[in-house]
């Protein structure tokens, strides 16, 4: 069984920046891909980027595209979101993903494995 913990998530201002990570528990994947979703009120949770497994590959939502990053940290088993130039349209609940077995990105959120409990970004305007 593999426990996902998100964390960084808070309050900050319309242009300003948080950094969230993604740190799995519990039994770990040979290879796996890692992916970021978010949730606001009243709405379906969406894509918002993916990374492989060796890191060489990543994927973004286009409304996120020059403003959010993802990568990882093989050492350390973590996944990173590095969220710059925040708008409000950026609040909600961000989750992180995990799909064992593979080697590449993975967009589509019914393929994922494992679902961390998220963590909420709210930025004010």
């Known amino acids: 069984q593999v426990q996902l913990v998100e964390s960084g998530g808070g309050l900050v201002q319309a242009g300003g920046s948080l950094r969230l990570s993604c740190a799995p528990s519990g039994r770990a994947f040979s290879t796996y891909a890692m992916g970021w979703f978010r949730q606001a009120p009243g709405k379906e949770r969406d894509f918002v980027t993916a990374?492989?497994?060796?890191?060489?590959?990543?994927a973004y939502a286009d409304s996120v595209k020059g403003r959010l990053t993802i990568s990882k940290d093989n050492a350390k088993n973590t996944v990173y979101l590095q969220m710059n130039s925040l708008k409000s349209e950026d609040t909600a609940v961000y989750y992180c993903a995990a799909k064992g077995g593979t080697f590449t990105v993975i967009r589509n959120k019914s393929s994922y494995d494992y679902w961390g409990q998220g963590t909420q970004v709210t930025v004010s305007s």
């Open positions: 990374i492989s497994w060796s890191g060489s590959i990543t």
